[in-house]
């Protein structure tokens, strides 16, 4: 009886090529559309918190500038500056 024979040819055949497939689907796993669209939703998610942590911090560094200019209008009085007073002459 010989080991090498039709049957265990196509078998060994067959096995290989299962083994090939087998690790081919690993080398190039596919992501599913859920997996894919997940993660185009968590970027967006991410641009938007980014987004908003940019807006709060720009409207802050402009809240500061508009207390300086809101420091000139409290020394306004009745439409005129109000002015340090004179210095004294030496004498």
Known sequence: MSIY?????????LALKAMKRKMDKKRRPRRSGLKVAAYVGLGLVSAGILAG??????RRRHGDASED???????????EYVTAPEPIPAT
């Open 69 to 79: 200019s809101s420091f000139e209008v409290e020394n306004e009085i009745v439409g």
């Open 5 to 13: 024979n039709r049957r265990n040819a196509a078998v060994g055949y």
């Open 53 to 58: 942590v940019l807006a709060i911090a720009l």
